[in-house]
T-cell receptor, first 114, second 114 residues
């Protein structure tokens, strides 16, 4: 069965510093991996995805994520955090072998202090 | 522009009443999903559909039902609402094949069961 773990409920970073939001996954086939962001009282918005190819994928708002197959991880990163990056971030995974459902992690609240 | 809309955005009901949350998408996506979002649990999949007349149970389907009579709509019904079903509900859609499973979310429906 697919599963996703986000080990940190909250991550606090000072503006201008690099940030990392952690995610590990478990799937039976090749993984399709996603990051979504949720702002208050809104639905989730797609940030980026890994399907195949380069292990470092770039997405919206300057975010990037690194796929590590041996560690089954897909950590979200940004070189320089902005206060406006403060939001709830979700990692998600789909088994790449079929049109299967997407499973989400429990979410990590990112707080950027000025 | 294509979109996905949920209604009502807010609803308060009483224990034991039947409640239906509507979801309508104009993306012409064949896949549609219902998730609930609760603190500490992230998003959990309730039901999903891969096309007209197709429905499948997710990880927390007890007490919920869906039907898919056309491509655009996937209403979620709570047959007899319980206080444990107080939550924020999100509908999402994706295209398959032809995409990598990226989900498009509605703005959410906040349900309170008293």
């Amino acid at each position: 069965a697919q599963s996703v773990a986000q080990p940190e409920d909250q991550v606090n970073v000072a503006e201008g510093n690099p940030l990392t939001v952690k995610c590990t996954y478990s799937v039976s086939g090749n993984p399709y991996l996603f990051w979504y962001v949720q702002y208050p009282n809104r639905g989730l918005q797609f940030l980026l995805k890994y399907i195949t190819g380069d292990n470092l994928v770039k997405g919206s708002y300057g975010f990037e994520a690194e796929f590590n197959k041996s560690q089954t991880s897909f950590h979200l990163k940004k070189p320089s955090a902005l206060v406006s990056d403060s939001a709830l971030y979700f990692c998600a995974v789909r088994d790449g072998s079929s049109a299967s459902k997407i499973i989400f992690g429990s979410g990590t609240r990112l707080s950027i202090r000025p | 522009d294509a979109e996905i809309t949920q209604s009502p955005r807010h609803k308060i009901t009483e224990t034991g009443r039947q409640v239906t949350l509507a979801c309508h998408q104009t993306w012409n996506h064949n896949n549609m999903f219902w998730y609930r979002q609760d603190l500490g649990h992230g998003l959990r999949l309730i039901h999903y559909s891969y096309g007209v007349h197709d429905t499948n149970k997710g990880e927390v389907s007890d007490g919920y039902s869906v039907s898919r009579s056309n491509t655009e709509d996937l209403p979620l019904t709570l047959e007899s609402a319980a206080s444990s079903q107080t939550s924020v509900y999100f509908c999402a859609s994706s295209k398959w094949p032809g995409s990598n499973g990226e989900l498009f979310f509605g703005e959410g429906s906040r349900l309170t069961v008293l």
